[in-house]
């Protein structure tokens, strides 16, 4: 069974920044599209970032273009989502999700491993 396992949420201030990681140790890495969503309570999950398999293309949500940052390390299977200028509406449960399509999607139907999430809080 392929585990997908987030860690690095927590509080943090307006402004600041925080690192989630995601460790894939079960998945065969190299083929997958990883990708970061977010849920907000009451609202929709909703596309963060994405990197194709290979590493060399990424994507953003429009709400964190310029201060979001992913990244893959295939030797180590894990994805990286580094969190800058943190703003309170950026509070959310952030799941990593993995997903085998040829091209990169913001859509959750086109992953098709989810974790449990990492809550990731930024007060005012």
């Known amino acids: 069974q392929v585990q997908l396992l987030e860690s690095g949420g927590g509080l943090v201030q307006a402004g600041g920044s925080l690192s989630l990681s995601c460790a894939a140790p079960g998945l065969t890495f190299t083929i997958y599209n990883m990708a970061w969503f977010r849920q907000a309570p009451g609202k929709e999950r909703e596309f963060v970032a994405g990197?194709?398999?290979?590493?060399?293309?990424?994507s953003y949500g429009d709400s964190v273009k310029g201060r979001f940052t992913i990244s893959k390390d295939n030797t180590k299977k894990t994805v990286t989502l580094q969190m800058t200028s943190l703003k309170p509406e950026d509070t959310a449960v952030y799941y990593c999700?993995?997903?085998?399509?040829?091209?990169?999607?913001?859509?959750?139907?086109?992953?098709?491993?989810w974790g449990q999430g990492t809550q990731a809080t930024v007060s005012s």
């Open positions: 999700a993995a997903g085998r399509t040829l091209t990169l999607g913001k859509s959750a139907r086109e992953y098709s491993h």
């Open positions: 990197i194709k398999w290979g590493g060399d293309l990424t």
